[in-house]
């Protein structure tokens, strides 16, 4: 593909692509690499047919859901910023109530790229991760699901590499050049954050990740919506609206998947439900734990210099900074955080910068549980004495304070003996996977869906159930 294939009227956005022409020139060396990036790695078996997808065309009301059919190599990725404030002001940090920089700074400059490129690499990993799913997908419905997750993931890597490619100059442009090079789970070339290497080969793996995964990059993209550096956070911003779909993707398909487990209980009064065509309740318990506890290490360590600097800066906030608190500097605020010396849980008080990574995860932590709550009033529906629950934010970390010990999911000091014993009851088992993997079978009949799983509540942009999603 040659640079003048680049067709800029056919790219929606709002910060002057048509006029900008070092952004263009930028772009004919991008697109095509990014195209040549999604027919390898987008979903595999589906890149030619029509889907049901919804494009943003403009950031207004009426124009950021655009319901129609599209083939996803075709698809508009656009590239868009939330509306500006008025003079908007640092709204945190040691430079709190000058404006906004509207150019990256100079001293920030190398740490702002580095949160840009971190938050951007996992946008191509998810898709990757992704690719092989619509094979044996449960329903029409959640295959078009599936894909307008990924469109939208391959957006959000477009905000991402705009910002490099408009502020950081050749080193930006270089950044996304290798956002398109490294691959999920490659052993030379992995993607920068280890959950984002994790592969998913089941939907059940696929409704976890949209919503413990993903529901990290709410937070993520939360605290950098705050950032002085604005075109970040207008991109931030934006991106929000978009990732909300992407949440509920997750959170409704556990609640169809614990739905059906449920009638099946129910039905053949037992608990052992595998023999019926539906998941344990013991084992979707299993997938939580693996999947959230993999999320919960995305927000790195509990204490950390590296996110008090990014504070300190105006970089990265905290999640509903300027919304939620009263008081912005957090410069003689502190934090009471678990210590662990010589396998030794005590209490210790850490400076509230420093904290800016644990105070962030247990806004995570919060959110998550809304979703736990519920699928347990599914179970009460049902009748059925059984909850599912977050397992401590201490259990299976690899990444942190805790990861230098063994907790259960009670959050409770255990030992190596003790954690091999009870593994397989906390984590899903070989035997548990390969089980979930025999009910992946593809269903593309129009209104038919798989037996292991409920139909949604209702179809999408107030289609039917039985409406052709995909055209196959």
């Given at each position: 593909m040659v640079a003048s294939a680049v067709e800029y009227d056919k790219i929606p956005n709002n910060v002057h692509l048509s006029s900008d022409r070092r952004l263009q020139r930028a772009l004919e060396q991008w697109q095509p690499k990014y195209l040549e990036w999604w027919k390898e790695m987008g979903p595999q078996g589906f890149q030619e047919k029509d889907v049901y997808l919804r494009t943003a065309i403009s950031v207004d009301t009426n124009g950021w859901a655009n319901y129609d059919y599209v083939s996803m190599p075709d698809y508009r990725w656009g590239i868009f910023l939330a509306p500006p404030e008025a003079n908007r002001v640092i709204p945190f940090g040691d430079a709190m109530g000058q404006p906004v920089w509207m150019e990256a700074p100079g001293e920030h400059r190398n740490a702002l790229r580095r949160l840009i490129v971190t938050q951007a690499d996992?946008?191509?990993?998810?898709?990757?991760?992704?690719?092989?799913?619509?094979?044996?997908?449960?329903?029409?419905?959640?295959?078009?699901?599936?894909?307008?997750?990924?469109?939208?993931?391959?957006?959000?890597?477009?905000?991402?590499?705009?910002?490099?490619?408009?502020?950081?100059?050749?080193?930006?442009?270089?950044?996304?050049?290798?956002?398109?090079?490294?691959?999920?789970?490659?052993?030379?070339?992995?993607?920068?954050?280890?959950?984002?290497?994790?592969?998913?080969?089941?939907?059940?793996?696929?409704?976890?990740?949209?919503?413990?995964?993903?529901?990290?990059?709410?937070?993520q993209l939360l605290a950098l919506s705050e950032s002085g550096f604005d075109p970040l956070s207008r991109t931030c911003r934006f991106m929000l609206t978009e990732e909300a779909h992407h949440l509920f993707v997750g959170q409704s398909g556990i609640q169809r998947v614990i739905q059906r487990s449920a009638e099946l209980m129910n039905q053949h009064n037992t608990d052992d439900i595998w023999q019926f065509g539906g998941v344990p309740l013991t084992v979707i318990q299993k997938y939580i734990n693996f999947w959230y506890s993999n999320s919960v290490d995305l927000f790195g360590n509990e204490q950390s210099t590296n996110a008090a600097n990014y504070f300190a800066s105006g970089l990265k906030g905290r999640a509903y900074?300027?919304?939620?608190?009263?008081?912005?500097?957090?410069?003689?605020?502190?934090?009471?955080?678990?210590?662990?010396?010589?396998?030794?849980?005590?209490?210790?008080?850490?400076?509230?910068?420093?904290?800016?990574?644990?105070?962030?995860?247990?806004?995570?932590?919060?959110?998550?549980?809304?979703?736990?709550?519920?699928?347990?009033?599914?179970?009460?529906?049902?009748?059925?004495?059984?909850?599912?629950?977050?397992?401590?934010?201490?259990?299976?970390?690899?990444?942190?304070?805790?990861?230098?010990?063994?907790?259960?999911?009670?959050?409770?000091?255990?030992?190596?003996?003790?954690?091999q014993k009870n593994q397989d009851n906390w984590l899903?088992?070989?035997?548990?996977?390969?089980?979930?993997?025999?009910?992946?079978?593809?269903?593309?009949?129009?209104?038919?869906?798989?037996?292991?799983?409920?139909?949604?509540?209702?179809?999408?942009?107030?289609?039917?159930?039985?409406?052709?999603?995909?055209q196959l």
């Open positions: 996992t946008e191509p990993a998810s898709v990757e991760q992704q690719k092989l799913l619509g094979q044996t997908c449960p329903s029409l419905y959640d295959l078009r699901n599936l894909f307008q997750v990924n469109v939208e993931e391959g957006r959000h890597l477009w905000a991402m590499v705009y910002l490099l490619q408009s502020y950081f100059g050749r080193d930006g442009r270089e950044e996304a050049e290798i956002l398109l090079e490294r691959r999920s789970g490659n052993q030379d070339k992995p993607r920068i954050l280890t959950t984002f290497n994790e592969p998913i080969s089941d939907w059940l793996s696929f409704f976890m990740f949209a919503c413990f995964t993903d529901r990290d990059g709410k937070f900074e300027t919304k939620y608190y009263t008081e912005h500097s957090a410069q003689n605020g502190s934090f009471t955080l678990d210590k662990l010396e010589n396998n030794i849980l005590s209490t210790s008080e850490i400076s509230l910068r420093n904290a800016m990574n644990e105070i962030l995860r247990d806004e995570y932590i919060a959110d998550a549980q809304k979703c736990v709550d519920k699928w347990n009033l599914e179970l009460q529906r049902h009748h059925l004495d059984f909850h599912v629950k977050l397992p401590s934010k201490r259990f299976n970390r690899k990444v942190g304070m805790y990861s230098a010990a063994l907790f259960c999911p009670e959050g409770k000091l255990t030992t190596q003996e003790n954690w899903p088992t070989v035997q548990d996977k390969a089980k979930v993997q025999e009910f992946m079978q593809q269903v593309v009949t129009p209104g038919k869906i798989a037996g292991w799983i409920a139909p949604p509540r209702k179809g999408i942009n107030g289609q039917p159930l039985d409406f052709t999603y995909v």
